[in-house]
């Protein structure tokens, strides 16, 4: 019905301005009359408690993210693998915070307190250590004013109990920004003077957090609200307070009656003028309204329709309406989607930056059709020198540039295969070019998609592959997750096996002291020994064959004489079979500063060549090279084991058998730890074999050397398996000692809280939670006064335990009473 109501245009147009004309003239009326009139008292309350709860709310929000914060911050330190050093996860918090300014740093806590790893750059301050475990999954504490840092967020990592925690402190900056998405949010309140609302942020102390908090005599009005909290963070206790100015004034007597009048005059003279104009306006349009597009083209000429009931053509006004108002929606409309997709490619590009930083990948883009290679480049700099992300884009040849020109065929080879088939498709290839990057390997993975409008795209993902690395495959993953698993169950055996070694030992050399036993008796506790001990030399070769050579990853030393005696047996009965073995090493040498492993191959190869060459028996013979003596040609300098092979001659008449390349391999083995390889002759001839190695020793220490201790010391004994420890304590007892038992790390904590005069601690290094390692560390820094010895299997401690005495699981009475005088006090030694 509204379609057929029709107004003039020059009364539209006169309407129109005198409408505008009054409006103009009331705005400026009312806001005269608003500027001289007081406020009613407690007007501004409703627009103060909105603010309060709206920056409240924002608070809360700003706390749930600063826990996702620290959830992304905790996947960084991957605390479930142990072999990572507190060192590599405070550089990993150093480069997280560097990405993250809101936070002034971030710190990882012990379950004890103690600091485990900073990433913040200035010293720390005690509030750290003293924060509270959270009591569920995040807990915020103030620690300190806003001249330091506004608050800690502190978050429970691992099971529960007493877990690891870390600590996120905020910036200043934290609350930077939400004020004025706050006033920006208000809409009605900002526009009616919001603008000049202030926040202030109180923590549960009362402590300032954010600017500084209204008086209680503080004649400006100002509303308060507390925090709320959210799923995963109770309350905090904050409470947000909003202050607003007042601005009284005089209020008038009345209308003046000549503003009225001339309002009046103001509104009748637009409207007069918008009827004059709309007349004029109206009778062109009308023209123009009622010409079609042919007119332009019509003249006296012109051949009349031939059709003339025949429609008439649109006017050239609707015709304009209809191109403007469809414009106008499609502006509207691309606008809305840039937008859109503005704000969801800014959330595309943080989520693939935090990948790439995080994985090591770099992510790539192709387009088979255009045949471009695109990519997000985080390095880019802005005009003003501020680090931007752009994307960059270059052909693909471009791309196939920088590997080397043979292994181009297998990238396009795999491309294609990629374009084919669904999943993931793996090539590596070699980089070329000038500069350190030449030769490198990289690993590209290709996974083929669809874009938005179903277009094919190809999707990469590269990375670098460091030497000695296994390929980053499915089934390179595959095998290392499967020598993981096998490296610790090997390492659960051994440590078992080794404890039950531990107390056949200790049973067994307390009952050799103290029993008065016969000659068959005392045959039997030998021969029990002496097979102990061949045990302790098999779980030695079992980590050796699980875990292979890992540099850093045990101390590298060894006991020349145990070693060639644990290991003989298995030369004698798979290599030299019934050939007569003798052996001349003496004891009281310093330790081989090398792994036992190496010691073995080098007894098997040699074995192997005298065996080849039919050579009659084996000798082997050792003695101390001092630090001082001149070493031979080819020889290394310092402390040094001389080690001496031979054999007899070979048999006359019999036939040598084809040579292999043992003696090569010794020499590189040798020679690869750091010693020194002679070959006087090698058997092959009428002369027997003869050969000599150096290896190198380490120097020895007065400690190595000390003789057990005369007066008892009061040990404090770290076992978590009840029979060892009853095992130790019998033999502890039987040397004279005085033992106090802790059955883990913080019982041990616990007791020396309570009375720290203990002379030694002996500690096992494998006990679960706390380590005796970390143990030591905690004794070292709170009690240095005490002698600190870790047990462990042989070279299955870390480098950090150089500075601790150690004892060899299993070990003999004759090792524990050496260990315990080297822990002597001096002035107990020398007693």
């Known amino acids: 019905m509204l379609d057929s109501v029709r107004i003039s245009l020059k009364v539209l147009n006169a309407a129109q301005l005198a409408g505008v004309a009054a409006a103009a003239f009331g705005l400026a009326w009312y806001g005269g009359a608003l500027s001289t009139a007081p406020r009613e008292a407690g007007s501004e309350r409703p627009a103060l408690v909105q603010a309060a709860r709206a920056y409240a709310d924002a608070l809360d929000e700003e706390l749930g993210a600063s826990i996702g914060d620290a959830r992304n911050a905790a996947l960084l330190l991957r605390l479930d693998d142990s072999a990572v050093p507190d060192a590599w996860r405070a550089a990993r918090l150093q480069d997280w915070l560097a990405l993250n300014p809101r936070y002034r740093d971030a710190v990882l806590l012990a379950p004890d307190g103690t600091l485990r790893a900073s990433g913040g750059a200035g010293p720390l301050p005690r509030t750290i250590t003293a924060t509270s475990a959270p009591s569920r999954g995040a807990e915020v504490a103030v620690t300190a004013g806003p001249e330091e840092a506004p608050f800690a967020l502190t978050l429970a990592l691992g099971a529960s109990g007493r877990p690891d925690r870390l600590v996120l402190r905020a910036a200043p900056a934290f609350f930077d920004g939400i004020a004025e998405r706050v006033r920006r949010g208000l809409g009605r309140v900002a526009s009616s003077g919001g603008d000049g609302i202030r926040f202030a942020v109180a923590g549960a102390d009362g402590r300032a957090l954010l600017g500084p908090l209204p008086a209680a005599d503080d004649p400006r009005p100002h509303e308060a609200a507390p925090t709320r909290g959210s799923r995963d963070l109770a309350s905090p206790g904050w409470l947000v307070t909003a202050t607003a100015p007042r601005i009284p004034v005089a209020v008038p007597a009345g209308p003046d009656p000549r503003l009225v009048a001339l309002g009046l005059a103001l509104v009748l003279g637009a409207g007069g003028l918008g009827y004059a104009l709309g007349g004029r306006v109206s009778a062109r349009l009308r023209r123009l309204a009622d010409a079609s597009p042919g007119d332009a083209l019509a003249g006296p000429l012109a051949d009349p329709p031939a059709d003339p009931l025949a429609d008439a053509p649109a006017s050239r006004v609707r015709e304009i309406a209809a191109i403007s108002g469809s414009m106008r929606d499609r502006a509207l409309s691309v606008d809305a989607r840039l937008a859109g997709a503005g704000t969801g490619l800014d959330r595309v590009r943080g989520r693939l930056t935090t990948f790439e930083t995080m994985s090591g990948w770099t992510c790539w883009e192709i387009d088979p059709e255009t045949r471009q290679v695109a990519w997000s480049d985080p390095g880019a700099a802005a005009a003003d020198g501020v680090a931007a992300q752009s994307d960059r884009v270059a052909t693909l040849a471009d791309l196939a540039a920088r590997f080397e020109p043979a292994d181009r065929p297998l990238l396009d080879l795999t491309l294609a295969a990629a374009l084919e088939a669904d999943g993931a498709h793996d090539v590596v290839l070699r980089t070329r070019g000038p500069g350190p990057e030449t030769g490198r390997r990289v690993l590209v993975r290709f996974l083929r998609g669809r874009d938005g409008a179903g277009r ?105 004489a145990a070693t060639v005696a644990a290991f003989l047996p298995f030369l004698q009965g798979n290599v030299l079979r019934d050939a007569p073995v003798v052996t001349r090493i003496p004891d009281g040498l310093p330790r081989a500063a090398c792994g036992e492993r190496l010691v073995e191959l080098v007894l098997l190869n040699l074995a192997f060549h005298v065996r080849d060459l039919g050579l009659h028996g084996f000798a082997i013979g050792a003695a101390a090279q001092p630090a001082g003596s001149p070493p031979l040609p080819g020889m290394p300098d310092g402390p040094a084991l001389r080690v001496l092979f031979a054999s007899g001659r070979r048999p006359a008449g019999a036939g040598a058998r084809p040579q292999g390349r043992a003696l090569e391999t010794v020499a590189q083995l040798v020679r690869r730890s750091g010693g020194g390889w002679r070959l006087v002759c090698d058997g092959s001839g009428e002369e027997a074999f003869l050969a000599e190695i150096w290896l190198p020793a380490e120097a020895r220490a007065p400690e190595a050397v000390a003789v057990p201790a005369r007066a008892p010391l009061r040990i404090l004994l770290v076992e978590s398996d009840s029979l060892v420890r009853a095992s130790l304590v019998e033999a502890l007892s039987e040397l004279g000692h005085a033992v106090v038992q802790a059955a883990s790390g913080e019982h041990a904590l616990t007791l020396l809280a309570d009375d720290a005069a203990f002379d030694a601690m002996i500690a096992d290094q494998a006990m679960p939670v706390m380590t005796g390692l970390q143990l030591a560390a905690t004794v070292v820094e709170r009690h240095p006064g005490i002698r600190v010895i870790l047990a462990s299997p042989h070279g299955r401690l870390p480098a950090a335990a150089r500075r601790f005495l150690r004892l060899d699981k299993p070990f003999r009475q004759e090792d524990l009473a050496a260990v315990l005088g080297a822990a002597a006090p001096p002035a107990t030694r020398a007693a």
């Not at 000659?519 to 699980?546: F, N, Y």
């Open 456 to 560: 094919m795209r190809v999707h990469a993902l590269s990375r670098a592959i460091r030497e000695g690395d296994a390929a980053d495959t499915p089934a390179g993953a595959n095998e290392r997750r499967r020598s993981l698993v096998l490296r610790r169950v090997t390492d659960g055996i051994v440590h078992d096996f080794n404890d039950v070694l531990t107390v056949v030992l200790a049973n067994l050399g307390v009952l050799r002291r103290q029993t008065a036993l016969d000659a068959r008796q005392a045959a039997l506790t030998d021969a029990a020994l002496a097979g102990a001990q061949r045990g302790a030399a098999l779980t030695r070769r079992l980590l050796g064959l699980v875990r292979g050579e890992e540099p850093g990853a045990d101390l590298a030393s060894s006991d020349l």
